[in-house]
């Protein structure tokens, strides 16, 4: 049962994003038959795959090559993955490489390093981008963090909060491998206590089978460059199933395009069975809003980007609304935890640390920093809704989320939901007041073919302000007015005082 998004101006009763041909997928059927075990070199099968156990880099070329020939995928030099241990000539060689081919890793301050990609300024903003999952080496600081994690896991009586803490603080959990061990800790799975994956036969009647197929098949983008086609193939393959499994267990929720942005993440670090027991978990909590059956509580929750730039930035709130971009720039972030709009591999899983250690609403503070953080960009562009929604759509590939999550954190701490949820309230008020005054202009429009005359700011229409005043009808009423005063001013001057002398 197919869903089309449609625009934020009305009632949204469809629930997929609007993706377009352009992304028909050039896979090939095999990626819709039964589920395909991986097999290991000594023959063992796996259910499951993680990024630990795709294919490692050789270290004497830094660039992992696809085996079949590509199938369709193009090996770009934004994706390619950099040997950490490559030596100080090869970091030479490939700072001339970056320099010669634009940049594709740019040195932050203090030596941290933050992922760049050749930017695509031909795809559209509801294409998927292709993900990079360049490697970077380790900073002192991320070592240290790293240290600290591991001993946490050594102990026992660490808590809760001592794992939000890091997924939290600065570079997140590091990298994938502690991801693995901590993600499900954050949401309350227990790793040791999961539920076998069906095959895929199992679940293929499901109605929402074709749709899932169609969106999997889309994801080629986001797996990770270089694997073999039959593991590719056999990642499909589970993320159908995991998608499918939740949904059926599930029944009132509905999937919406986007979701597999979500559980592709998932499924890529702690494997296709913990990813079940997570998604599940996040779909009955962070992203339940957004599985309903309409997609108006997700536009109500977009709806609370407007105040929160408002009481930054007012200007800028201002000429947003002006413009009236309005927040459908926002919608893929919003579904996907910004899966779907980032090319950085190493961004979306530092997004994630955060996102599972947070409210669920931290996403819309996020794109509301980022907005805040564009404000420059947005006010070189035209004031016209076509021009910001091509801005505000493309995320560029050098935001620095480190200081955007202490940012939205700071708005959370200002501006708490409960407050926010008051100025949303303001808001849909207003724009009820405004649809019901364009309404009676149509209708005045149409009765007397002509615009009605402005609201008069006065006592009659302070008191019947649905009493149509037409310029006649107020000098009647005045010259009215007059000669009652008149008439009473004349009876007072010459009937009281003859009434008082006698």
């Avoid at 292709?130 to 380790?138: D, Q, T």
């Avoid at 889309?218 to 393959?237: C, M, N, T």
């Amino acid at each position: 049962m197919e869903r089309t998004m449609e625009q934020f101006n009305g009632p949204l009763e469809k629930r997929t994003l609007p993706y377009g041909d352009a992304e028909d997928s050039d896979e090939q059927p095999e990626s819709q038959s039964t589920l395909r075990p991986i097999v290991s070199e000594n023959g063992d099968k796996k259910s499951g795959t993680s990024m630990s156990e795709l294919p490692k880099v050789d270290s004497n070329s830094g660039v992992q090559q696809c085996s079949d020939g590509d199938d369709g995928d193009e090996t770009t030099e934004s994706t390619r993955l950099i040997a950490a241990n490559g030596g100080e000539a090869k970091t030479e060689k490939h700072d001339e490489e970056q320099a010669s081919n634009g940049g594709t890793t740019s040195p932050g301050v203090n030596g941290k390093n933050i992922a760049l990609v050749q930017p695509n300024n031909h795809r559209r903003s509801d294409e998927p981008t292709e993900l990079s999952f360049e490697k970077f080496p380790e900073n002192h600081e991320e070592k240290l963090k790293r240290i600290k994690i591991e001993n946490a896991l050594d102990d026992p009586k660490t808590t809760l909060e001592t794992w939000k803490q890091f997924a939290k603080s600065e570079y997140g959990l590091i990298n994938d491998d502690l991801r693995r061990k901590i993600w499900p800790l954050l949401v309350g799975v227990d790793p040791q206590q999961v539920d076998p994956a069906p095959s895929l036969e199992e679940l293929n009647s499901h109605p929402e089978y074709n749709q899932v197929v169609l969106d999997v098949n889309r994801s080629l983008k986001r797996f990770p460059p270089g694997i073999p086609y039959e593991q590719r193939v056999a990642l499909q393959d589970q993320l159908t199933v995991l998608i499918l499994r939740v949904i059926i267990k599930y029944p009132h929720l509905k999937y919406y395009q986007g979701y597999h942005d979500v559980a592709i993440t998932f499924l890529l670090v702690v494997g296709e069975e913990v990813a079940f027991h997570v998604m599940e978990i996040l779909s009955t909590n962070h992203l339940v809003e957004c599985m309903q059956e309409t997609m108006e509580p997700t536009q109500r929750r977009l709806m609370f980007i407007y105040p929160l730039v408002r009481r930054e930035n007012a200007a800028l709130c201002t000429y947003l609304e002006r413009s009236t971009v309005g927040t459908l720039f926002a919608l893929p972030w919003y579904l996907t935890w910004f899966g779907h709009s980032l090319n950085s591999y190493r961004s979306v899983v530092r997004l994630y640390d955060y996102f599972l250690a947070s409210d669920f609403l931290l996403p819309i503070y996020v794109t509301s920093a980022i907005v805040i953080y564009r404000q420059n960009e947005i006010f070189q562009e035209d004031c016209d809704m076509a021009s910001l929604h091509c801005l505000l759509s493309q995320l560029p590939e050098d935001l620095p989320f480190e200081y955007l999550l202490k940012s939205a954190e700071n708005l959370y701490r200002k501006y708490p939901p409960r407050v926010i949820e008051k100025d949303v309230e303001t808001m849909i008020a207003k724009e009820k007041q405004q649809r019901l005054n364009e309404e009676r202009e149509r209708e005045y429009r149409k009765l007397y073919g002509k615009k009605p005359p402005p609201a008069a700011n006065s006592i009659i229409s302070r008191f019947l302000p649905h009493l149509q005043l037409s310029r006649r009808s107020v000098f009647v009423t005045t010259a009215f007015s007059i000669l009652v005063g008149f008439c009473a001013y004349y009876y007072r001057a010459h009937y009281i005082p003859l009434a008082a002398v006698r």
